[in-house]
């Protein structure tokens, strides 16, 4: 059951702020990323490709393959140079791109209310 109230999962700032030991192996991580999605599914997921730990291309992998969080709208802030391999991969699974220092923080706020709106309609059309 979704909350009441909008909350987005920023991963990156999650894993740097001691979101995970450095005892833990990618996979101890990533699972536990993913049960905490699947218990609480947030609005929207922010997520860097390049995290300690694992790749955001994992992540996002991890989160297509989960039921409760497969509908999740993810977009993508990170400094990566995305090879045509790489749009490939995330083809279809995210909703956005967004380059780093490529937007203001005016910007991206606005792009994160826009993706939140349209998932609350396109969930509401459900």
Same mark, same amino acid.
């Given at each position: 059951?979704?909350? &009441?109230? =909008?909350?987005?999962? =920023? ?10 030991? &450095?005892? #833990? *192996?990618? /996979? %101890?991580?990533? &699972? ?39 509908? @999740?709208?993810?977009? @993508?802030?990170? &400094? +990566?140079?995305? *090879?045509?391999? #790489?749009? $490939? *991969? $995330? ?8 380059? +780093?220092?490529? @937007? ?9 209310? %826009?993706?939140?709106?349209?998932? +609350? *309609? %396109?969930?509401? /059309?459900?």
């Amino acid at each position: 059951m979704r909350h &009441a109230c =909008l909350w987005v999962l =920023l991963l990156a700032a999650w894993v740097g702020c001691g979101g995970a030991s &450095a005892q #833990d *192996t990618a /996979a %101890q991580e990533a &699972a536990r990323r993913a049960a905490v999605i699947a218990q609480s599914p947030p609005d929207l997921v922010l997520l860097d490709l390049m995290m300690p730990g694992m790749s955001g291309f994992e992540m996002v992998a991890r989160l297509r393959a989960q039921p409760a969080a497969a509908g @999740i709208p993810v977009m @993508i802030v990170s &400094a +990566k140079e995305l *090879t045509a391999e #790489d749009v $490939l *991969t $995330l083809n279809g699974h995210i909703q956005r791109f967004v380059a +780093k220092g490529s @937007i203001e923080p005016e910007g991206l706020t606005n792009a994160v209310r %826009q993706m939140l709106g349209q998932s +609350k *309609t %396109q969930g509401a /059309a459900a």
